[in-house]
């Protein structure tokens, strides 16, 4: 479905030629926010193909209000949750006829729910989570909180993380991860403030909400990564967050995260250091939460350049050997292909010099990882004379940026910050946006 803005519908389409629609069988389901638990977003329906897609014609609509979310399809019905209101709701895919409609209370998820496929003596179960830090769990045939779980169908995510922070906003942005009986939740930082809600993964039981295990993406003292941060910078610690989609190999175990950069964006004189476990993709064990291994694909990443997109799981045949695969897209298109279950890049990954920062106080990584192949996804870089002047004289035109500073330069991914002179990044931020948090005044002397 397009992003728009405005009013969204899920618009479902039909072949006019087709034959009559067919029942819907688990295998060709949507029951997680990839598709399937390893986040490959591939489905093996035919029925609309390149032949008959230009005959498509509007069979329901059902107003959402939301651009993120990612519907799912099991057991008969989609699930589908409305940020512009605060519910959860419940439709037959054929029709679009709503079959219930849950109201949260608070906000709904952004970019949708989670799905369990229940056993033998519990029924399929809806997981979502709330604007104000809560989790819930709603019977998936009749929308109704499942007693048994939390306190009447609800936990509060925010125990024990949240405590000293209660006017802080703390949610889940993107759906829960579903390995067995575990719900395995991340949660949405503050990108700009340096303390607040600790942003731990943690691991719930499905069918009583118990806590099961907790992992600091902020490592503790004696934690493997704290000697990349400045002493007590994990006490209240606002970041790093895994606010994005989790993948899950069922089959070994473990559980795929992708993690934001560290706070604050532009700027990290306060935290010198790799910064771990920001900006990387981290591999645990889903039954315990320990840690096997971790991926950084930005070093002390003061340029919002984190792992933000599902790891995607599939196999890779190298020299006649199948290898499971995890793969990491990053925000310059960059992909980096690692061995499921060491973590080691299939491909050659290079650590390759980069220009430093200008900036007082900054110290920015000597190196960055660059994936010898396969090559990027974008162009990775632009030059002045490639970017648009607009009228000569205008507040637009890139002529006049020169003057408003010491200079003008552009990067591509070997990207470095400067004090007071506009640097273009490609692909990236705007240079006009990085140069106005140099002009603010952030907390330097946080750790000192």
């Not at 190298?318 to 299939?346: D, H, Y």
């Not at 290079?350 to 090559?375: D, H, I, L, N, Y």
């Not at 162009?379 to 000569?392: L, N, V, Y």
């Amino acid at each position: 479905m397009r992003h728009i803005e405005g009013l969204l519908c899920i618009l479902l389409f039909v072949a006019a030629d087709a034959a009559a629609p067919q029942p819907l069988f688990a295998q060709t389901d949507w029951p997680s926010y990839g598709h399937d638990p390893g986040g490959q977003r591939y489905s093996p329906l035919a029925q609309v193909n390149t032949q008959n897609v230009t005959k498509l014609k509007l069979a329901w609509r059902y107003g959402v209000g939301g651009k993120e979310v990612t519907p799912l399809v099991a057991g008969g019905l989609m699930y589908y949750s409305l940020p512009a209101g605060d519910f959860v709701a419940a439709l037959k895919p054929e029709t679009g006829k709503e079959e219930w409609k849950y109201d949260l209370g608070a906000g709904a998820p952004l970019r949708g729910v989670a799905y369990w496929p229940g056993d033998g003596q519990n029924p399929a179960r809806i997981i979502a989570g709330s604007s104000d830090g809560r989790l819930t769990a709603l019977n998936a045939r009749t929308g109704r909180p499942i007693p048994g779980f939390g306190v009447e169908g609800w936990v509060n995510l925010k125990v024990g993380v949240a405590d000293k922070f209660p006017e802080i906003k703390y949610q889940m942005s993107s759906p829960a991860g579903i390995y067995k009986d575990l719900i395995i939740t991340g949660t949405r930082g503050t990108e700009y403030d340096l303390t607040g809600p600790l942003q731990d993964v943690r691991a719930w039981d499905v069918r009583t909400g118990r806590l099961v295990w907790t992992f600091h993406l902020n490592p503790h003292p004696d934690e493997f990564g704290n000697d990349t941060w400045p002493a007590g910078s994990w006490v209240d610690a606002a970041s790093p967050s895994a606010w994005g989609a989790i993948s899950v190999d069922v089959d070994r175990g473990l559980v795929f995260l992708p993690v934001g950069q560290p706070a604050v964006p532009f700027y990290g004189g306060q935290r010198p250091g790799t910064n771990l476990f920001g900006s990387s993709v981290i591999a645990l064990d889903a039954t315990t939460g320990q840690r096997r291994w971790h991926f950084q694909i930005t070093h002390h990443d003061v340029w919002d350049l984190d792992a933000s997109a599902i790891p995607v799981l599939m196999d890779v045949t190298q020299r006649g050997k199948t290898i499971p695969a995890v793969v990491v897209v990053s925000k310059t298109s960059l992909m980096f292909f690692l061995n499921r279950t060491t973590g080691e890049p299939i491909y050659p990954v290079q650590e390759r010099p980069v220009p430093q920062s200008t900036v007082p106080g900054e110290v920015t990584s000597a190196t960055q990882p660059f994936p010898v192949k396969p090559p990027p996804l974008s162009r990775q870089s632009i030059g002045a004379d490639e970017i648009f002047t607009a009228e000569p004289g205008t507040p637009s035109s890139a002529a006049i940026w020169p003057n408003r500073s010491e200079g003008f330069t552009t990067w591509g991914p070997t990207r470095r910050t400067a004090r007071r002179k506009i640097v273009s990044f490609f692909p990236g931020k705007t240079a006009e946006s990085i140069t106005a948090v140099f002009r603010s005044t952030p907390r330097w002397d946080m750790f000192s």
